[in-house]
């Protein structure tokens, strides 16, 4: 994300102007604009005219339009936000009150604007701005045709490449074209892995599938990666760990991630702590209840009580209307945060 203007006063009014570069960036985005925001961006509008004899002729026009957002929807499989809200600002093109939807998506500039920054607005922006909050882990989970490449980050998954090939069946007599489409297979999922990949940053990657494809996978990506003067050195092919999944779908790298073994390996990565801690929280709820708690009210005892280690939260819960239950979230995780929680 990059940061082009700031205003802000915590706990105040203010405003940041930002371009979305990244999917992650959109998922950030998200999670900062709530009904009641101003948000100004560029935008396409159709215009009708009428001419003088009674006919009409309509175009599309390019305009910047200032809203205030009464709808939110995300499209995460577009990388893109749709805000529905009304003109406040007058504009030629577009009546004050009419309303108009903004479309937000990577590379394009936009104002937002809050009459109240709170605390976990300030520190989604500064997650969203900090380059060190980048992926730390790769994966990808593969069977034979199909094949997600993956970036785990604390906030999602990014689903950087699909590959989806049509790969001849083994047959008596003719496995050769069998053999011919898996290498095509290999080597498209090799170019995506390289592509999209940076070595220099990510500290694990998972190759994960059934049978030995993941193996089959690792050494025609080496020799690719060889071919193409891309060399992957001994430190990074430290990285790799290979792994079991039932299947080249995104939905595989759940089970993936379940393992104890990959749970292990990915103990210092950013990517993990948030599944590390629901983990506990479950272990916690079978073995020992009385130190595990859950819901609003319960968790506000626990904290009463000065008793939190770990506290967990779902982003739904701060994307609230109801402006009264943020505040309530927000000011629990502000209370924890003062006693060390």
Request: hydrophobic share 40%; proline share 3%.
């Amino acid at each position: 994300m990059k940061l082009l203007k700031r205003g802000i006063e915590k706990n105040g009014p203010g405003y940041v102007t930002l371009v979305p570069e990244e999917a992650e960036d959109m998922w950030h985005i998200y999670n900062l604009i709530r009904v009641g925001d101003v948000v100004r961006s560029k935008t396409i509008r159709k215009v009708v005219t009428e001419t003088a004899t009674g006919t009409t002729s309509s175009q599309r026009m390019h305009t910047v339009l200032t809203v205030s957002v009464e709808s939110i929807d995300f499209d995460p499989g577009a990388n893109a936000l749709h805000l529905k809200g009304r003109n406040i600002v007058e504009n030629d093109l577009v009546k004050l009150g009419a309303y108009h939807t903004l479309d937000l998506e990577p590379n394009r500039q936009f104002t937002l604007e809050k009459t109240e920054w709170d605390t976990i607005d300030l520190e989604r922006l500064d997650t969203a701005l900090d380059p060190a909050a980048q992926a730390d882990v790769a994966a990808i989970v593969l069977h034979e045709g199909l094949a997600n490449v993956c970036l785990l980050t604390p906030a999602m998954t990014l689903v950087r490449a699909k590959i989806d090939m049509q790969i001849p069946r083994k047959r008596k007599g003719f496995t050769s074209q069998h053999e011919k489409g898996i290498q095509r297979f290999l080597d498209a999922v090799s170019a995506a892995f390289l592509r999209h990949v940076n070595l220099n940053v990510i500290k694990c990657v998972l190759i994960a599938s059934r049978g030995f494809l993941k193996e089959q996978f690792l050494e025609h990506l080496l020799q690719y990666a060889d071919a193409q003067g891309k060399k992957i050195t001994t430190e990074q092919r430290g990285k790799f760990m290979l792994t079991h999944s039932s299947s080249g779908f995104k939905h595989a790298l759940k089970e993936v991630l379940e393992d104890p073994a990959v749970a292990a390996r990915l103990a210092d990565t950013k990517a993990q702590g948030e599944v590390k801690a629901l983990n506990t929280f479950f272990e916690l709820m079978s073995t020992e209840p009385d130190r595990a708690f859950y819901g609003y009210k319960h968790v506000a005892m626990a904290n009463a009580e000065q008793a939190i280690d770990t506290l967990l939260l779902s982003d739904s819960l701060f994307r609230s209307q109801d402006l009264a239950t943020r505040k309530r979230y927000v000011a629990l995780v502000e209370s924890v945060r003062e006693q060390v929680g």
